[in-house]
């Protein structure tokens, strides 16, 4: 089993800057026969689907980026600490969103995909005010 627990989350205003965590218990991203696949942040907004706003894969180190987020979010992990972050620059009032923490057991490929994860955590809630 593995508990994924996001902090970091707090309000902000338009052009601020906050940093996500995401903390794997049990079966830890390290295991590295365990988790093979991507390990991603997604956001909710009200009203609004599930979006992938970034993921890292966790075999490789390949990166996915949805285009409202490029050049401005940066995931990256820690290997040792079995952390994984999301930098988030240049916030805008529409990243307002609850945002989740999700990490895949599968190879595959389709980082966007919610029901490609077998775990969540239990969110984290950003306010960008402007």
């Known amino acids: 089993q593995v508990q994924l627990v996001e902090s970091g989350g707090g309000s902000v205003q338009a052009g601020g800057s906050l940093r996500l965590s995401c903390a794997a218990s049990?079966?830890?991203?390290?295991?590295?026969?365990?988790?093979?696949?991507?390990v991603g942040w997604f956001r909710q907004a009200p009203g609004k689907e599930r979006e992938c706003v970034a993921a890292?894969?966790?075999?490789?180190?390949?990166?996915y980026y949805a285009d409202s987020v490029k050049g401005r979010f940066t995931i990256s992990r820690d290997n040792a600490k079995n952390m994984v972050y999301l930098q988030m620059n240049s916030l805008k009032p529409e990243d307002t969103a609850v945002y989740y923490c999700?990490?895949?057991?599968?190879?595959?490929?389709?980082?966007?995909?919610?029901?490609?994860?077998?775990?969540w955590g239990q969110g984290t809630q950003v306010t960008v005010s402007s």
């Open positions: 999700a990490a895949a057991l599968s190879l595959v490929d389709a980082p966007k995909t919610p029901r490609v994860y077998d775990y």
């Open positions: 049990g079966r830890t991203f390290s295991s590295s026969t365990y988790f093979m696949g991507w």
């Open positions: 890292i894969r966790w075999s490789s180190g390949r990166t």
